[in-house]
């Protein structure tokens, strides 16, 4: 009987004794074999046969079978209500079946609680096993460089923002602020189809000076260090906001929101603030874009016609101060009917998170951390009006969300025996939200989660008014996340990854705690890099290999939240990272997505093409000048000096 004349099923059931890296020859076979070993059941199964919870029930097993005072326990806990009960009589019939349901039940019930994922979540469990094992690669975009071909000189990259295309969720391009003040643009390669020659590579950049507005009407050995010094004196980690639908983005220099048209490169609108910008919100049109100062927050709408009106630095005192700026009266005649800004009782905002609408909540739609201790909940339909707070205690780095509820750890079926797996799918049923903080705590990495729900009973902040949600719907993970303060946290898969002061990116299962792989970013000093660290920021030193010491200050997955056919194709959910050293790469798994060596290669043949151009340009220009200077001397030869020759013979 031929193979592919067997069901599916007992060819699954086959395949599930392989070892994965055989399962993954087999895909190579044929297209049934592929579409067959590529099924989410079993990589599902294979991915928790792996975890580190089946690792440790496993030890658990082991260590209760050897010493006879766990055994009791064991027998004890398996007579609960809701368990099968246990085999005391190996001899008595049906003992051996009696043991096997035993222990299928107790699998069934660690896989049920390991299980990341929500009822109505798409995942595809064969790239989450590869992200979980496959090795990691960093693959660093092409430098942006400045100056002739004897004396280049690296810039270093002062932040980091996306573009999708329209009605994708994968990231096709890397916009960034230079500190000669221009704007980059890089071609990822991350979707299918892409031109491969293309990837990593920069495909777009501005004049110099676009942001800072210094030195361009300098000479050419002033303007760039004046652009540099304006660059580098903003504090904004989050500085920079992609509005992919209308192919726009914001960049915040010192005290100024530029607004650049991404298909021209060139600004489009400026607007002053009174205080230097520290932070911006996403932006999504037609949502107004957050703007967060050092001691303000405001709401910003491109579309107003009062965005470009500079304001007066002699308001800082009435800001401080809480007083109007306006008139109820004078608003309505300029058609500016909100208020300008809500004042912060202690500087320094940090991160803006806007979590999406929601049917069953319409408040909470923004959130603010910072140097602060508490969590800012504002209602944009009331701004600037604080709704509530959420005490942290630690000073928090970077925001994200999960579309998902928090699950309370009281909801483990490990270790409350009187749970059943219907408790958990129920509580993963309900509409929330989780927020995700990176922070720090004394001097140490804080990971924290708070759940956000229409039930109270699932809300850090209840819908119904401030302080009366659940405390036991949020968690923070302040022992085991890191030794150095957290910068950057981002949801990628059915994990959390974060970054932490030592260069450490860790990979961890939604309770917080769960470790599943981590890596230093300085781990890939060993592969090919096309530049000198050298040339960048205060983290590096010249005397070091390239990426000793460097640390990752903003992590953005290249595949956002959102479904469709993409969410099948593998290795496509990799991480964009922009370090302290100001380089920017693409940090994925398995082999990696280009060579290094590339843009050497890339560089010196346009370098060479470049110059041959140039040089033909020259000849044609030259030549062209040489002839028509040649006819004018004919025509100056044959015409006015014959001329003068005849007068003078006559």
Request: glycine share 8%.
């Amino acid at each position: 009987m031929n193979v592919d004349q067997l069901p599916a099923e007992i060819v699954l059931h086959i395949v599930s004794f392989l070892e994965p890296i055989d399962i993954i020859r087999l895909q190579s076979v044929s297209r049934n074999f592929f579409s067959l070993t590529r099924d989410d059941k079993l990589w599902k199964t294979i991915c928790f046969d792996n975890s580190r919870a089946e690792a440790l029930r496993r030890r658990q097993e082991l260590m209760s079978a050897q010493e006879p005072g766990l055994v009791a326990l064991r027998q004890a806990m398996s007579a609960l209500p809701g368990r099968y009960p246990a085999v005391h009589d190996h001899s008595a019939p049906q003992a051996e079946m009696q043991s096997h349901r035993l222990a299928a039940e107790e699998r069934r019930r660690a896989m049920a609680n390991w299980d990341p994922s929500y009822p109505d979540e798409k995942t595809n469990y064969y790239q989450e096993y590869t992200h979980r094992h496959a090795p990691i690669h960093t693959s660093w975009l092409q430098p942006p460089t400045v100056g002739g071909s004897n004396g280049k000189e690296v810039l270093e990259v002062t932040g980091m923002g996306t573009m999708c295309e329209s009605n994708s969720q994968m990231v096709d391009k890397v916009v960034a602020p230079l500190e000669d003040g221009s704007v980059c643009v890089w071609d990822t390669g991350t979707r299918p189809g892409d031109d491969a020659t293309l990837q990593g590579r920069i495909v777009g950049r501005s004049s110099l000076g676009l942001l800072s507005r210094r030195g361009l009407n300098a000479s050419s050995q002033n303007a760039t260090p004046q652009s540099k010094a304006t660059m580098t004196e903003t504090g904004a980690i989050e500085c920079v906001s992609v509005d992919s639908r209308q192919r726009k983005a914001f960049f915040a220099v010192q005290n100024i929101l530029n607004e650049v048209d991404l298909n021209t490169l060139q600004v489009v609108s400026q607007k002053t603030f009174p205080f230097p910008i520290t932070v911006l919100s996403e932006a999504r049109h037609p949502t107004p874009l957050t703007v967060g100062t050092n001691m303000t927050l405001h709401l910003h709408d491109p579309r107003d016609s009062q965005a470009s009106r500079k304001q007066d630095s002699s308001l800082r005192c009435e800001l401080i101060g809480g007083a109007a700026l306006k008139s109820d009266f004078h608003r309505l005649l300029t058609g500016d009917h909100h208020p300008s800004h809500a004042t912060l009782s202690q500087p320094g905002p940090l991160s803006i998170l806007h979590l999406p609408t929601r049917e069953w909540d319409g408040n909470g739609d923004i959130w603010v951390g910072g140097r602060f201790t508490s969590l800012l909940n504002y209602d944009r339909r009331v701004f600037p009006k604080l709704r509530g707070t959420v005490h942290s205690g630690a000073r928090i780095s970077c925001l994200t969300s999960l579309p998902y509820p928090y699950i309370p750890r009281e909801l483990d079926l490990m270790r409350n025996a009187a749970l059943s797996i219907a408790d958990v799918l129920a509580a993963k049923s309900i509409p929330g939200h989780t927020i995700v903080a990176a922070a720090e705590y004394k001097g140490k990495g804080s990971l924290e989660l708070y759940g956000l729900s229409s039930e109270p009973a699932y809300a850090t902040l209840s819908s119904d008014g401030p302080g009366l949600g659940s405390r036991n719907t949020s968690y923070q993970n302040r022992q085991t996340a890191s030794g150095s303060k957290l910068l950057s946290v981002a949801a990628h898969g059915t994990r959390l990854v974060f970054a932490d002061g030592d260069g450490n990116l860790k990979w961890v299962e939604r309770d917080g705690v769960t470790q599943v792989r981590s890596y230093n970013i300085n781990q890939a000093a060993h592969e090919p890099y096309a530049y000198d660290a050298g040339n960048y920021g205060l983290f590096a030193n010249p005397t070091e290999e390239p990426g000793h010491g460097d640390i990752v200050q903003k992590i953005v997955p290249t595949h956002g939240s959102g479904g469709g056919d993409e969410d099948r194709r593998a290795n496509q959910d990799n991480l964009l990272l922009w370090t302290g050293d100001g380089r920017l790469g693409l940090l994925g798994f398995g082999a990696p997505a280009w060579e290094q060596s590339a843009f050497e290669e890339r560089a010196e043949s346009a370098e060479e093409a470049s110059r041959l151009d140039a040089e033909r340009q020259y000849g044609q220009t030259m030549r062209r000048a040489l002839e028509r200077q040649a006819d004018e001397v004919r025509f100056v030869r044959g015409l006015g000096l014959g001329f003068g020759f005849g007068f003078q013979n006559g």
